[in-house]
Nanobody, 126 residues
Framework: QVQLVESGGGLVQAGGSLRLSCAASGRTFSNYVMGWFRQAPGKERKFVATITASGGSTYYADSVKGRFTISRDNAKNTVDLQMNSLKPEDTAVYYC???????????????????WGQGTQVTVSS
């Protein structure tokens, strides 16, 4: 069982930056693939980024590639999402997720994950 708690959301102007953090409970954090998703009002939850258990590989949605960076610290049980050059269309609730299995392409979709945080709101004003 893993519990995930996101933090770092807020209101920022377009072009600005935010850093989201997700703190995980449990002793086996380093075994989990971790991901970030987002959900705008009235829309489905969408993949943002994922990082393999070792942190050796990362994958991004095309919409955030080059602007967002996912990273993890297995010693601290945290996974972060650095968001730069933010746009109004990045406004959403951002969710952290953990997957018990080894990385597969399914982890670029929400069905690949077993545990979810409660989400943190990110609002980008124009």
């Amino acid at each position: 069982q893993v519990q995930l708690v996101e933090s770092g959301g807020g209101l920022v102007q377009a072009g600005g930056s935010l850093r989201l953090s997700c703190a995980a409970s449990g002793r086996t954090f380093s075994n989990y693939v971790m991901g970030w998703f987002r959900q705008a009002p009235g829309k489905e939850r969408k993949f943002v980024a994922t990082i393999t258990a070792s942190g050796g590989s990362t994958y991004y949605a095309d919409s955030v590639k080059g602007r967002f960076t996912i990273s993890r610290d297995n010693a601290k049980n945290t996974v972060d999402l650095q968001m730069n050059s933010l746009k109004p269309e990045d406004t959403a609730v951002y969710y952290c997720a953990a997957a018990r299995q080894a990385f597969t392409i399914a982890m670029m979709t929400s069905r690949g994950y077993d545990y979810w945080g409660q989400g943190t709101q990110v609002t980008v004003s124009s």
